[in-house]
């Protein structure tokens, strides 16, 4: 009921915040042009536009997309989630984290247990099987997915692998400890 109201709600307030209106026809969704010309066919389950990206997610058969404003697939309907960050996307499929770029192209595959992104040296720290391992910000490896334990101090890696304790640089080079 109250997913109902929400797109009541959303449907009567739609045309005074942009020109398009999502419309419902047999209980699908899309979406029309201020002059009611169809901009996303009448076939989703679920259509709501993100103001932030000038987007709109949708979700057919529980699966989840992402229209650009004029209704083109930037991302298929084929994903579990989609968390819009800042330039990129994050996805899930099949439980497995992924990350897209603005453009809807795979930056980093959907084959990660988890995906976190540290600002302080513009990295992505993933997580495959407990162990843990780092990417560059174009989705390149700079440590493999094999340490349990990775800290970032002073410009280098430093990664725990059982009882064996190692140090990188930030290209990924393993560096001695006096360096």
Not at 42 to 57: F, G, H, L, M
């Amino acid at each position: 009921m109250r997913h109902l109201m929400l797109l009541l709600i959303a449907i009567l307030l739609s045309p005074l915040f942009f020109a398009q209106t999502i419309i419902i026809q047999n209980n699908k969704m899309g979406v029309t042009d201020e002059d009611g010309d169809i901009l996303i066919s009448a076939k989703y389950d679920n259509i709501v536009y993100e103001a932030r990206s000038n987007t709109y997610r949708v979700v057919l058969n529980g699966k989840k997309g992402l229209l650009d404003e004029d209704g083109d697939v930037l991302i298929p309907v084929i994903y579990d989630d989609i968390e819009i960050r800042d330039n990129t996307y994050r996805v899930t499929l099949n439980r497995k984290k992924g990350l897209l770029d603005e453009d809807g192209d795979i930056l980093i595959p959907a084959e990660y247990d988890d995906i976190a992104y540290q600002a302080k040296n513009n990295t992505y720290w993933i997580t495959l099987n407990k162990k843990k391992g780092v990417l560059d910000e174009d989705g390149d490896q700079i440590l493999p997915c094999e340490f349990d334990k990775i800290e970032f101090k002073k410009d280098k890696y430093h990664a725990t692998k059982g009882k064996q304790k190692m140090i990188f640089d930030e290209d990924g080079d393993e560096i001695d400890e006096d360096e």
